[in-house]
């Protein structure tokens, strides 16, 4: 499965930013569970919100809990992370993901630069 991830960019602290992904290949079966994962500089990837596809069911990290919004348009074969309040604490490269399990990707996609300055 290919994911294509976009709406990455340069804001300021307390600015918003929404991500996108979308999959090349045809529809997502709902038994799968698509979500975001991110890398800061020198970090390790952390897991930032999934979806289940099929209810829509979403499940967040503690850190982004109240700021940020994970959705999905089924026609579309799209997820997307709303992201509000950015901090500098949320700098990284956001990876798309998919799934059959909780916190464990089997595809990821190409990565979307988020930077926040303070």
């Known amino acids: 499965v290919q994911l294509q991830a976009s709406g990455g960019g340069l804001v300021a602290t307390g600015d918003s930013l929404r991500l996108s992904c979308t999959t090349a290949s045809g529809r997502i079966f709902s038994s799968a569970i698509m979500g975001w994962f991110r890398q800061a500089p020198g970090k390790e990837r952390e897991f930032v919100a999934e979806?289940?596809?099929?209810?829509?069911?979403?499940y967040y990290a503690d850190s982004v809990k109240g700021r940020f919004t994970l959705s999905r348009d089924t026609a579309k074969n799209t997820v997307y992370l709303q992201m509000n309040s950015l901090k500098p604490e949320d700098t990284a490269l956001y990876y798309c993901?998919?799934?059959?399990?909780?916190?464990?990707?089997?595809?990821w996609g190409q990565g979307t630069q988020v930077t926040v300055s303070s």
């Open positions: 993901t998919r799934g059959q399990s909780l916190r464990s990707p089997v595809s």
């Open positions: 979806v289940r596809w099929g209810t829509g069911r979403t």
